[in-house]
Each structure stands twice: as C-alpha cells, then as structure tokens.
C-alpha cells in the first residue's frame, strides 16, 4: 500500500495537508518499551516549521498525541497511534491547482490518478506536512535503537553549490544547523536566504550514517539494508537520489581502491575503510551504516512559472502563493533519519525472528 | 521477505551459485498473456556470461525452464515457476571463505547472519548469478509491457571514468555494447582490459529509460515509484546509488531551474524539460521515467587483499581464485531493465485495481 | 501483523478498551468514492452497545469521526482513518486481571504474551469494543459493495440450543431482531434474559449470505474466498467456528448429495442446490455467497469462577464485575457482516486488477 | 497472493495437475536446520496416492527433490525450494471441461476468472495434487516444530454418517487409519467402499491437535490463531468449515459451560477443560490447540450428473471418468497437519521477534 511500511513493524501514515489531523499507527513494537515523550517532542521540533528565518511561517505545534498503544508510557503491544491536529491551515491558497498545476509538485499526477476526487488543498497527502507523521514513527525508533547502542546522526552535506567539509561526527550532528564546518554553514545559510530574496529555492544533500549496529541486520537480494532505507527514505517528498557508501564515486573507482580491506581493530574485525557504507550482500557489516540523500530545491517558488490549464490544454502561467519554505533541507534532516531509524529497528526485529536476540 | 518481490505481482528467486538449480515464481500475472520464449532468450542472451573478453569465462546457457504456469506460452492464471540449472560448478574454488572473508563480497555479513550455515559456494544466495533468476521475471514483465506501448532502453553511461555522451535513445539501447558514442564505448572497453590486466576490476553507471508510460501509475509516500524502482534494482548486486531524472544535480539546482514547465504539444500534456525523471509525488507523469544506478567495481580481484582470520581474529592476505567479470557493468544492464520493469508492471497491475484499465 | 487485514486494501484498528479513542485506517480505497455517512452511523446503532435490555448498560455513541481520507463525504484517494471516542470507561473493574485471569478471556494469554505490559482495562487490545472500528471499516465497504448491486445480509440462526427455521431473506435481515420465525426469536430473547439473570450468558450462530456477487472472485489455495472471510471474520472475539454453505454437513453427504448441479435460469448459470455455499475452488460462482459463524457464550459471567493467582500459583475464585451482554448475538450480526464485506472487497479490488472492472 | 501463506516465512506453492513438476518455495526459515529427508519422505508417503483400495489409483512417487536453500540436509537461509515431477499424466481426460463444468468442482469459476485461459488439465492449479507441494512445507515445519517439543497430531473423526469415539492421542494418531476405535474404523472403511461401488464419493470430518505448544504464540484480532490456522487449511480443496475447541458446540453453551476454568496442575497453569481449543484472544494457551475441519465428499464421481453448456447456454448431461479417490478424508489428513504446522511455525517465528526465544 502507498501509506505503508514494514516486514517486521508495519508503519501507516495517514493525513492530508489540510485534513483535522494527520498521524500514524505503528504495529509490532514489542510490549514493555518506554517511550520518552520529552524526547520525543524535542526530536519531532527539529522538523517542525516556523522556527527560523529559513523556514515556512507555518506554524504548528507537531506534538503528537497518542490515542492508544500505550499505557503510560510504556508500550503495550498495540498498535500504537499518534495524531497531531493542522491547526494553521488556509485551504483558500490552493483552489485552483487542479486544473493548472504547480510545476514540480504532484498536483498534476495526483489529478490523473485520483481523477480530480484528490484533496488538492495544500497538496493534500502529497504533502511534507506527512513527514511530521513520518517523524512520530521514527522518533520512536530511534529511542528503541538507542537502547541498543544505536546512534542515527546526520548532517547537511551541501545547500545548492555549497559543500560541507570534513566527517559526520556525532558532534556535528547535535548542532541546530548540523554542518561540520560551520562557515560553509553560513555560506549555506546566505544561499537559502538569497534563494528566497528572488522568490526562488534551493535544494540540498543529507548524509546519514548509522552508529552502533550490530552486524547481520538485512537479508540478501529485495531485502538488502539499500533496499529497505532506499525504500523509507523515497517515502519523503523531495528525494530524488539515495547512494549508500562511497555509492556513485564507488562506480568510478577501481575494485582494489573501492573493496574494504578487513581488519583487527580492539578484538574486533572491522574494516579498514567504508566505501561498502556498512552493508555487504545488503546485510550490515558492523561498521557505520552511511548513506546520503538529494533533496530538490522546494517545488513551490514565488516567481512566475509555465504551466497549463489541463482542461482547455492551453498554456498558461502560474504564480504560487502560500507559504513555503525557500529550502526543506534542514528540516529534511530529521526525516531522513527518521527513515532511516524506522528501516533498520524492523530489521532489528527480523534479526530476532531468526533467533538471534539483539 | 529477502527473496519477495511486489506488491501486486510477486517475484520470488531462489537458487544459490552452486545448487542444481535457480529459478524464480511470478505469482499475480493476469492469465492470458502471451510469453515469446525466443524473445526471452533472447533478453536472457544480454546478461549471459561467457559471451566475450571483458566478462567472466563462466558459461551458462540460462535457457529458462518453464515448469508450470504456462499452458504452451500463455499464462493461465497459476503461479509461473521457471528454473535454470546451474551447469558449470566449480566448487572447490570456495572452500576457506567463511573464515577468511574476500573483501567486498558478502562472505563476512553471511557468516555473521547465518551462523555458518550458509552456502557460501560460488557466493551462494548472494551470487550475482541469482540475476538470471531477476531476468526471467524482468524478461517476462518487459514483454507485458511492450502490449502496451511501454519501453525499458538503457545504456551504459560510464565505465570507471569514462563517461558516454548525448542522451539515450532507442537506436542506443539496441546496441551489444550500448552507448551513444561508440568511441566512448571504446576507451571504456580498453578501461575493462586494462582492469584485468592489472588483476583488478572496474565499475560504472547505467542509466535507464521507461517510455510510453501512461501517467497515473505509483502512489504517494512509501508507494511511489521511486520507492519501488530503488527496491528492485537494490536487488541486483552491487549497486550502490540509484537517483531519478536530475537526481543529485537537482539537489545543485533553484526550484526555477529544476521545475519542469508544463506545455502541451500535439494535445498532450508534456514538460518541456524532465528533472523529474517522469515521477512526481511518487506518480508517473506520462514522460519517460528516468533513473541511474550506479555499480561499484567488481569484488572478486586477483590482486592480494587484506583480510582477516575470523576465528583467530588475526589478519591475513587473501587472493581471490576462481572466474569473475573484470566490469560487471554491461551484464548489469539487463538486469537494471528487468528490475524497472518488475516495479513497473507491479504499478500497472495496480492502477487497474483502481478501476483504470491500461 | 495482527491488527491488519487485506490484500488490496489494507485495514488497520486500532486501540483498547479504555484509550483515548479506538479506529481504524483503510488504504487502497479507490478516489470519488462518495460514503454515506447516515447510512454507515444506521450500520453503526446494530453494533452500538446499552440500546436493549439483552446488550451491556455501557454506553457508547459509537459515531466515527473522520479525521482524513475523504472530502467532504467523498474519498480522495489517502488512507481513510476514523476515530470514535472512549467516553464511557471505567477502569477500576479491571484491577486485578493481569494476576488472576478470567476464564474465557484473554487476560492470561496476553499477560503471557506481552509480560505484564498489556493494557489490561476493559480487555485493552482484545475488547469487542474494537468491532466498532471493524464496523466503520465494514460499513464502509457495504456501501461501496452496493453500488455494484452486492448486498451483505445476515441473521441469527441460534441462540443457545434454540434455533431459527426457514430461509435467510432480505426482509429477514432488515428486522431490528433478526430471525425468520419471530417466535424462535421470543424464545431467543427469552434464552438471554434468563441466562443473564443466572449471572449466566449464553452463545449462538450467526448465518450470513452475500447476494448479487459476480462470479470470478477470490483466488485459488490460500486466496480462496473460504480463506479470506474465514481470516476476518475470527477477528471478531469470540468466533470459534465457520463453515461454508453446507458446510460440516457436507461431510456427511454422499457427492452427488452435496454437488450442486449447473443449471440454466433466465439465460443464467446458476446452480440448483448451493450446497457450495457460492464457492467453488475459492472462486465466487455468482450464487449467494452464504456462511455461519459460531459466537461462544461471553466469558463474562457474574457467577463466580475458578482460576488461579500467576504469581504464587494457587487456586482462586474469582467474580468478575463490570459491565458486559449476557448474549454478544445480536451485536455481533453486523460485525459478521463487516467482516464478511471488507473481505468481498477486497477481492473485488483484486478482480480488477486482473483487467477486469466489476 | 493466491499461493503464498505467511507473514514471519512466506510459502508459495507452484504448479498444476498435469505440469511438468509441482513445488514450492519456503522462504525465512532461519539457517543450521537440519531437514530429515527420511522423515519427509515419510510424511509425504501419507499423503500419497495409489495406496490402498480407498484412493485414486493414480500414483506419483511424490519425492521432493530440494533444488536450493539446503546445503546437505541443513538450511542454508536462502529460500528453500523443492520440487516433484507429476510423471503420471493423462491429459486426455480432462478435454470438455472447460464448456461442459464438472459439479463441485472448480472448472466453472476457473472458466470465469481466467476467460479460458486456464490449465484445465487434472483441475490444474485447483487440483488437489498441489496438497503435496503444502505437504512437502508443512513436513519441514512439523520437523522444526518437533525440535520445540511441538507435535501435531490428527485422526478421522468421521467418513460420512460414521463417527469414531474416544479421544484423540499421539497412539491413534500414528495409525495408518486414525481413529481411536478401529470398529468404527472398519465401518467408515465400509462405507468408503460403498460410495466407490456405487459410484458416488464421501466426505468426513478431521480432528487435529498440536500439542506441547507454548503459551503466547498468535496475535489479536486478524493475527489470531484461528485467523492464521483457518487462512492455511481453508487452502486445501475440499475443505468446507473449521471450528476451534469446542466450535460450534460452543454456541449452545452458557458462559458458566463453556469458560475453561484456570487450574494448576505439576506447578503449571492450566485450564480444568478445553473447550477454547488452547486458543484465547488469539493466542495459544499452551493447552493442546485444537480444531475440527469438515472435509466435502470428492466432487469427481462416477455417476451421470446435470450440467450445462457454457456457450449454448443449454443444459447437459456430464460423466466424470479420470481416476478420483472416492474419499479424500484419509489423505487429506496429513494435508491438515501440514497446513496447521505451517501457521504454528509461522507465529513461534513471530514470537522471536517480539524478543522471546522459543
């Protein structure tokens, strides 16, 4: 199903736009898990919009409720499910965008395939606003992974031309705008602000990477470790490219420059480099689990565009109003992760199907 | 599952590197369909091995074997298994890699997960060879499209460092060696000679095209068609990164640059540019669905490699015996065609349970 | 997963006894579907509990608040998910179940399964309460059944040892108590008044026929339509046993007893008897579609009872309080049919898919 | 999918009557299992055709040949396929069957659903034949179940009209005819030989149990046991009804009747009676789990019986030659182990997951 996903957990996120409410329900998690709502809520902020000057004026609170699954806090072995109510929603902005549509958003596909029935209003279930949904679910899995040792930091690789330096550390990732060189974070910081001085976006790249993970989580062929991420992470509107490791500089290099040579480190066997990104066979080694991720530039940009009226099949222009921000990027941040963490605790929980307790 | 596939069809492969047989079961095809066996083996033909100097002397007729689900060529409605066996077995040449892993294979994360237990032969469930398995269900899938009007065409767009030029087309795709520029295609064959007379191993990027596609197909969120695409293709060995139309350059780009306008030509509702890759909002726009994978160099080198002694824990020089493709590359090709077709075919099936009839 | 059901769509219920609220999602609806909601409220009362004196005193107004999925009263497309709120709880009856279980009911096996974590109010995850969600669920799928002429009907064939006679009818169905024989039925009645005033309950057997089905649903082996009614309806707590047309009597029949002969009506093949049940290798043959389902007895019972304290594993007897139907009968007839409707449904959905539009 | 169970191991099972093999697939069974092909041999022989007087005479060996996912006799994790050729094929057989539907048996619905299209040879996906692919699982899943204590068991509880006595025991079961009583043995072998001579067939009720089972196994509401066991026996041909513990008895009782009363009993929680069948909201008990399942007479009699012509539209007059078991109850028997073994090792491999080793 569209909304849905999981072998082990099954994660559903439901909501449009500018439904009462958007949420989740997460089924499979274990009984007996405490889930921190402090922590939780802190996690689900650094998605939320309206923050920063870099961000949309939308504004909402994205504290998620939940209506059930829990007792206490504590998991009870229900489906868990968490909504959070649109409270600042302005349906009047988007009357129009089923018969000329915004170049660059789904308004024209979703218009094929829902027949003109879709809720167009502020892009309906296509929207970003789902990934606050997206957000509660791995939110949670990231607190259960961290039981185990797991860390999923990130950090912003590069905002249009403007490229980070050095490696992700966990250092990097604690900081609100998580570059590690932090004037290449200004640079970054001007290019978006500029973006939206002419009405227009940028887009961006996210790395990821995955502490802590024991080895031989994943299977081999359609549920490799590249398979399951690649498939939560394309779940955000704006991916359009995911590479795990050294990924497409891996395709340009030479076999005995791009193999991970094993080593001894501490009694461990470890690999002297990572340019596998953690995963053989698609099964994790144990070393850091790294991937990136290509955010387009936000679809929605205040200059003039062409588009066309789809019933007279005429040209026609299209300026788009609303409120939007100039670069999901930083708020993509905690997506991704999110993804990420929701990918690997069901595969976690497969690991243990199999009769290995992690 | 690790070996499933889909959602509306399911694929399974099966087989190891060195057992009797693989094959694969393709459940949920309509009944009815009309399978060319020649044009099959023919497709079966593109991934084969043994065929020329930059590909392993390993040869396999890869001749599949339908053993039910076809009343002569016509499906009936049953589930269609197809085997091939695996005729040319040299499984001496693998004995000591479950405690001295070949750097880049999956030897080390299948000791791990499996205990011991698995079929490390010949790189057992692991092996590369599982991609005929992918080809049958791919081949299959390319023909139902083909009745309606859908194409799969691809090229190889780099070896190593040498990259093709002009775009993809058709006449392309037709190629044995597919690249717009033939001379290109020169310097990267000399790049695979030279790879194996060094003992070592090259990787490249394929990109792919799918056109005719009607648009309406995919769903939003964990159902869109860069979701199922990156799920399948993950399954083929060795790929590291997959993006769509602009992929990680659309992360380099303004909204206003990476926009696709709207246009209409002829009557149709086209995009004068497509950075989208023919997907938004997760749904086929009607132009051609485009996507790169990129596949890291072969594993298997002659050079001397570090590895390590897992039981004792020590270091240890490896050196990789036994036949292998210096480039995997130009095998791959089919294999990244099978798999978007798969996915494909899968959104199609779909968009007829909607109640659309394509 | 446990709280999911479908294969083309997919439904998810969610919450316990005492949560905040209990509901259910449904994916996979197709867009421009307009839902009645007077209609699925009217479906809704037959579940709803406190309306007679044979149902518990608990009242609940059981009107499913839709928080996404539809605009205004018509799908769009996304998952459809809708909410009803627990007002009427009260969680001190249900203090001391995890360590002394009531016998019938899932305390002990859920303080097995979920350690102690369970939420345990009310029966938590396990309560009848969650038909309610599987009646909005179901409510919806009869109304979109009906507009392809497919009516779910159903009544009480037994209540205890008293049985109904004649025929399942449309105007049987439509009865507020609903049996052929309004005698039987004051028997019935007067069968739960006297159980409950014993502190007793009682248990009984619903029959269900689905009319106006087309032929060609449902799949072979495990996607038989046998499988998938069979698979939602024991969703329903306390169903122990279903059968199909004739059922566990066609075991005592002699073949050309229970083979139902094809016979021409109006230019229609129908069959003369339908023994079958409007099955035939899990395929619907377009005859009624008819099945039974045994409800057991509630559990709860005011009479006390014997069971034994988990921790120091000794003898005890308990009494439980609360509030609860001496006879689950009459409210389980629309869950039956709930059941029964979202499984037709959904292989509806999956006979489209196959090329066909019903 | 039509021919795929499960949700922790998936199984598909391929094949038609008059195929070139039938087979399946297991996929997720962990690796280091050891399978005894002996065991297996034996357990599929119970099943086998062309034993005795009261089975068809058509004979296959019915030997599995394991092409992948084993490495010896031990699992490997990779998907386990097995195959068996149908060497004694007569197709001629089955020629009119397609416009002139043999009653009670699948050729009709067939026709419906795959327009023609469908292997009509031996019943082709619908035969019964395909029950030895379900056995060849489910005796891999009794012999993993037996390394957990588990044992499942089953007798003939009835053949037509004839009842056996008693209760059921491991002894009785492993009778080449199970039932306790071996008086009403020889009268159900009568009556057996009766229909034959008469040209007529009989059906029969099975009685089976799965004992040593933990307490825990199963989830709620759609992931009950009964939903899981009921979804997997419904998939052998001829099964018409199932009921749990007591079943349909059940809704005669009272509360007071019915409940199992909690006891303990060696220091272990048990229940005094069973009439839950071992199963309460879903999840086993750790009491025996058992269930009744009502096997129909075989359609394929002998005598002349009333069809029609699908073209014309008229009514004809149909002969069933071909060779048929006048009772399948006997070898369908080890076919229901088969399905409950599989459902049983499908949720103790859930049971894994959710951190609890079994």
Redesign the interface.
């Known amino acids: ?5 999981g ?4 994660l ?5 736009s500018h ?5 989740m ?1 997460l ?2 998690i ?3 898990k405490k889930i921190d709502p402090e922590k939780l809520a802190a996690f689900m902020q650094r998605r939320a919009p309206g923050k920063n000057e870099y961000s949309t004026p939308r504004s909402e609170a994205d504290v998620p ?1 939940f ?3 829990l ?1 206490g806090d ?8 968490a ?1 959070t109510a649109n409270t600042n929603v302005r349906p009047g902005d988007y009357e129009a965008l089923k018969t000329t ?1 915004r ?4 308004d ?3 218009q ?8 167009a209003s502020g892009g ?3 929207s970003g606003r ?1 990934t606050a949904a997206l957000c509660i679910a791995g939110g949670i899995c990231i607190q259960l992974l961290a039981e185990k040792g797991v860390r999923v930091i990130s950090r912003i690789l ?1 905002i ?2 403007v490229f980070d330096e050095g490696e992700l550390t966990e250092s990097t990732a604690s900081k609100s705008f998580p570059v590690v060189c932090d004037g290449r974070g200004a640079e970054m910081k001007e290019a978006i602000k500029k ?1 939206r001085a ?1 009405g ?6 996210i790395e990821c990477a995955v502490l802590g993970l024991p ?2 989580l994943g ?6 470790m ?2 399951r991420i ?3 992470v ?2 955000i ?1 704006g ?10 500089e ?15 480190k501490d ?1 461990r ?1 470890e ?2 480099t990572n ?3 953690g ?8 070393m850091p689990l790294t991937f990136k991720a ?8 205040a ?1 003039t ?4 009226d ?1 019933i007279t ?3 026609k222009e299209i300026t788009v109003t609303g409120r939007h921000d100039p670069c999901i990027v930083p708020r993509a941040v905690p997506c991704v992760e999110a993804a990420a963490a929701i990918a690997l605790y069901d595969a976690l ?2 690991r ?4 290995y ?1 992690i």
Request: glycine share 18%; charged share 15%; with cysteine.
């Open positions: 199903m569209s909304s849905s996903y072998e082990n957990l099954r559903t996120v439901f909501g449009q439904s009462r409410f958007i949420g329900t089924e499979g274990p009984a007996g409720e209506i059930c699954g007792v504590v998991t009870c072995g229900a489906p868990i499910t909504i549509p170049p660059g958003h789904a024209y596909t979703a094929i395939k829902y027949g003109g029935y879709q809720d309906g279930h296509f789902l590069s249009g031309n973006a002419e227009d976006s940028v887009g961006g790249v080895a031989g299977d081999p062929i359609f549920g490799g590249e398979n690649a498939s939560a394309f779940g509107p991916i359009k490219g995911i590479e795990f490791g050294a990924g497409f891996a395709a340009k290099m030479t076999g005995s420059e791009n193999n991970d040579a094993f080593t001894v009694g066997i690999t002297a340019n596998a990104g995963i053989l066979g698609g099964i994790t080694t144990g290509a955010v387009k530039p936000t679809p929605s940009i200059k565009q062409k588009s066309v789809i099949k005429t040209e929980l497969g243990n199907k199999e009769g307790q």
